[in-house]
């Protein structure tokens, strides 16, 4: 098998002013399921696409709670979200503990970005293996945040990250303008309609492989039970199936051909009748 030397560990520069592992880890990244965070003016919602590894086993989980005000959704190495997890609910832990109210969501992407940059810079480290979307509120608003393996983060308004995850972005750029003032249940249509475009042909949402979550104003981080996903699985299979009442175009067509056909036959007897009457 072909090796580059430049990617015997994350402290190696290519000519080219690469570092290989780090690339490595953002392709590890678009492995995992889709991933979907957005928000509005009052809340922030997270909606993923949970995958099983076999028809034996259960579907694995994507998002974790990591405090009453935020919680992450993965896809990546499913071991390394979890590490970052831990990290994360110390971190809140410990902030609640010394100040006595919740961490500020941006302080706590930075220090977490602080945290994945140290496995870019040694030797003996290497990069963690998955992107996070990091879903949020405190008293700034909702917050969106997208981490990388690379230890850059973003604040967004709306993002989509994992396998196939285009599409359900450009869906997200093109209704990025009707976020802000939607109600919830508005917020989470949008975000299940834009993670079904990331589906497989094959696959179709139900309450087994899709997991919902909302964070925002005067709502603490809340995991929607299967049975509460169901109207948004519906709505979605209603939003993308054609108005029955809608009609052929060709079917106009021939409609608007014979009434035609039929006034000029009307016409044609008129005058004939004028006719015989003169």
């Known amino acids: 098998m072909f090796r580059n030397q430049y990617d015997s560990d994350v402290t190696v520069w290519s000519p080219q002013g690469r570092i290989h592992q780090v690339e490595y880890a953002m392709e590890a990244v678009k492995l995992g399921s889709a991933t979907v965070g957005l928000k509005s003016k009052d809340y922030a919602v997270l909606i993923a696409l949970k995958r099983a590894t076999s028809e034996l086993s259960a579907h694995q989980q994507k998002i974790l709670r990591i405090d009453d005000h935020i919680g992450i959704s993965m896809a990546g190495i499913t071991a390394d979200a979890r590490v970052l997890c831990r990290y994360l609910r110390q971190e809140c832990i410990n902030h609640k503990y010394s100040y006595g109210r919740n961490h500020p969501v941006s302080r706590l992407i930075n220090t977490l970005g602080l945290k994945m940059q140290v496995c870019t810079q040694r030797y003996d480290r290497r990069p963690y293996g998955v992107g996070l979307l990091v879903a949020g509120y405190d008293d700034q608003g909702p917050h969106i945040y997208q981490t990388c393996p690379s230890a850059n983060f973003y604040d967004c308004r709306a993002m ?97 051909q014979e009434g035609e056909i039929s006034q000029e036959k009307s016409e044609s007897d008129e005058d004939v009748e004028m006719k015989s009457q003169d």
Do not use: W
Not at 194 to 212: D, F, H, R, V, W
């Open 160 to 256: 989509a990250i994992g396998a196939r995850s285009q599409s359900a972005r450009t869906y997200l750029e093109k209704h990025l303008n009707l976020f802000k003032d939607c109600d919830l249940q508005e917020l989470i249509n949008h975000g299940v309609r834009a993670l079904a475009g990331t589906l497989p042909n094959e696959t179709k949402l139900n309450n087994q492989n899709l997991s919902i979550c909302v964070v925002g104003k005067d709502m603490k981080f809340k995991n929607f039970q299967e049975s509460e996903l169901e109207k948004y699985i519906n709505a979605e299979i209603a939003g993308t199936q054609p108005a029955t009442a809608e009609s052929d175009p060709s079917e106009n067509i021939e409609q608007c």
